[in-house]
């Protein structure tokens, strides 16, 4: 059994920062661009993370991603900037990789919600704004 790395993260500021236990309601992809929709669990307020320039992403309940907690779990924030040893770090040591080849300065981020996670892997930086639709 190998050991697991922790992960190093930093807490992408928001607006909405402990303003809400937000859930993941909703995955949108469209060619290199991903939307995160996120529902506060106590109102209807809706976010959306915004990514673009997107190599890569995938959605993960929380308990699959151990080596992320504590360090990106609430109260801390939740969207996150990883630093180190996250999925950025396993695919750049895994044999046949491309990432860094093909896209260049690739960054990953983490949306935390209560129950389901979304790491993107991306050159562009999230953006989070208030969702004025239903969800």
């Keep these: 059994m190998t050991e ?18 937000w859930e993941i309601v909703r995955v949108d992809y469209a060619v ?7 529902q506060d669990a106590t109102s209807d307020a809706c976010l959306r ?6 190599v890569a992403y995938r959605v993960m309940d929380e308990r699959d ?3 992320y907690w504590p360090a990106c779990s609430l109260p801390n924030g939740w969207v996150f900037s990883i630093r180190s040893g996250g ?3 396993q ?17 990953e981020y983490l949306v935390a919600g209560f129950t389901d996670c979304v790491s993107v892997l991306c050159t562009g930086e999230p953006r989070v704004e208030l969702d004025r639709g239903n969800g």
């Design 4 to 21: 697991t790395v922790k992960v190093e993260a930093v807490a992408v500021p928001t607006a909405f920062d402990g303003a809400g236990t």
């Design 32 to 38: 290199k661009q991903l939307t995160v929709v996120a």
């Design 49 to 54: 993370v915004r990514f673009d320039d997107v």
């Design 65 to 67: 991603l151990g080596e």
């Design 87 to 89: 999925w950025l770090s």
């Design 91 to 107: 695919e750049s040591a895994r044999p046949g990789n491309c990432v860094g080849l093909f896209y260049g300065d690739v960054h």
